[in-house]
Structure formats: C-alpha cells, structure tokens
C-alpha cells in the first residue's frame, strides 16, 4: 500500500490518477498523517504537502512537513520519499548541479528544504528517497495561475491573452521535464524502494523561447509568429540539473523532443478549452 500525502496539491492529483489501476494506494492530507500509525500494510509514503511558511521565513521545526511523517514512521522499514528542489544547490552550482555539490539554498524556499534534508537523514538514513526536482511542464490551468512556477506562467499567459510576454529573456535556459515523466520516474524509483539523493531533471536545458513556441504551435496549429513577445534581455536563473545518477537507475533518459510534443499538446489543450467558452475563438 501506498500512501500520498498532500492530496490535494497538482502534483499530488496527477500522480495519484496516474497510479490508477497500477497499485494499491490512497491519498490523505496533512492533518491526516496520524492515520499512519493505524493503516494496515503500507508499504511506502511519499509527501508533496508543504508548509507555506518555508518559502518566506527561516527554518522552523513547526513549519517541517516531511520530519514530522517520517518521525511516525519511525522503527519501521516503510520507503519514504521527500520532494526537494533544484533550489537547495547554492548559488554558484545551479548548472550541472550534481547531487554532492554545496546546498546552501538558492533562496529561503532553497535554504529550507536543504535543512530539512538534513534533519530526515538525522531521523534515519535507509529506505529514504530524496529528489531534487526541476521545473515540470503540466495542464495546470484550473490551479492557481499566479504561481512562480514557469509553465503557470506561461500558460497564464497564453489563456489570458492567446499569446505569450516573457519577462524574462527567452534566451534563458532551463531544465525542464514533461509532468508525465515525472510520474513514470517517481513511481519506477518509489516501486524499486531506491534510496538516496537524487537529481530528477532532463540533464540538459532549453531555451524559455523554445518552450513558448511549442505551446504557441498547438496553440495556433501552425508557427506562433508575432504571438510570441520579449521585450527583456535579461537572462538570469538558468539551472540544469546533472542527472546521471537517476538515469542509471531509471535506465532511461529524457528526450527533448518528448518535451516538444508534450507542449505542444498543452497548446492545444488550452485552445480546446477556451473553444468551450467561447466558439466563436475557433480558428483551426
């Protein structure tokens, strides 16, 4: 059995509905993790809830989601996995960052999860899976559109507007994977009970200008054109992640081009739904 916890976050959903009819789980919520001392033959928990806190303030026991799970799992040999962040990499490791570089946190949010990586390790260090996570491109436009996170972002931009304003320059590069590989990654190395740090990215980046285009062709059925605006030349908080350690286990590696097709078909799912609100938007 497997346990979610934080079901109600994007990600939480998504992988949930995609463990569908492949194994035995449930999901739960934050203020539910005392029923793990009571369910039955659980067999791995993976946490995706977060105190909202640990983004803007300094670290504090109160605020530590995952320590206070893995504390009630203690004394037993149940997997456990942490959601981290490419952002506990200090500042001068954010390209090819491999897992034992310095984590002295990017920004608070970074800083936070660093520490709390440190304190699971203090509570036990077997049957622990810690991933570092890029950025991940999903249908999230029913959640909240004004999320920091990039394909929010963009996708804000392209349902509000039908095109796409970068603030930043669309030169940028950035490690980016499709939410279904997250899904497939994190289930194979959940299944195999794998245990350690791991970096979970494409190992190589892409321009914000090529991830635009893409959604703008499904978008559009055709090349975006004009729909495509930058008027920054800024290119700051580029990140690629080394992910030769994953890939060993996994025994795969991300294709850019499954990238390409996937924003592609994000593209398209939003034209579809704004083609229900509004027929007369129909142009393909």
Partial sequence: MLVVVGKNSFLAKN???FLEKK???ISITHQ???ELKSIKEISAVINFSVD???NTNDYRDINDVDSEILKILTNTDIHYTMISSRLVYSSN???NSCENDP???LNTYGKNKSIIEKALFSIRSNNLLILRV???MGFDISADLNRARLSSFLLKQLIQNGTISLSISGLTKKDIITLDYFNKSLFSLINKKISGVFNLGSGHSVTVNDISEWLLKGYIGGEPGILLANTNTSINNEYQLNCEKVSAVLKTTFDTQELEAYCIMLGRLVYKEQIKINPLLCHL
């Fill in 15 to 17: 992988f949930c509905q």
């Fill in 23 to 25: 194994i035995n789980y």
């Fill in 32 to 34: 539910e993790i005392n």
């Fill in 52 to 54: 909202p806190k640990i």
């Fill in 93 to 95: 490791y954010q390209w």
């Fill in 103 to 105: 984590c002295s946190g």
């Fill in 134 to 136: 890029g950025s991940i």
